[in-house]
């Protein structure tokens, strides 16, 4: 997965090169935005990567009995329903 994920954001990255750098060549305002906006999904894209990555450790740890009871907010539990339903 990861290295699907490597192989997208190199390739958003090459295209947001190529669009600034025509933009740079024909002064066009629109190609440079462009350009950026595809760069900025490729950060996006890693740092949805990462978020999820830890999240999914968190609930892979919550998930058991000794930290399912000491995840709490205020008295109740802060964990998603699904996790919940599946304990019991």
């Known amino acids: 997965m990861a290295i699907l994920i490597s192989a997208i954001v190199i390739g958003l990255v090459a295209w947001a090169l190529r669009l600034m750098e025509k933009a740079v060549e024909n002064q066009e305002f629109s190609l440079m935005l462009a ?31 000794e930290y399912s009871e000491a995840v709490t907010f205020e008295g109740e539990q802060i964990l998603p329903v699904w996790v919940s339903q599946s304990e019991g």
Do not use: C, D, E, R
């Not at 950026?36 to 998930?63: D, K």
């Open 35 to 65: 350009g950026f906006l595809v760069a900025s999904s490729a950060a996006a894209m890693i740092s949805v990567y990462f978020l999820i990555g830890n999240y999914m450790v968190f609930i892979a740890h919550a998930s058991t009995p």
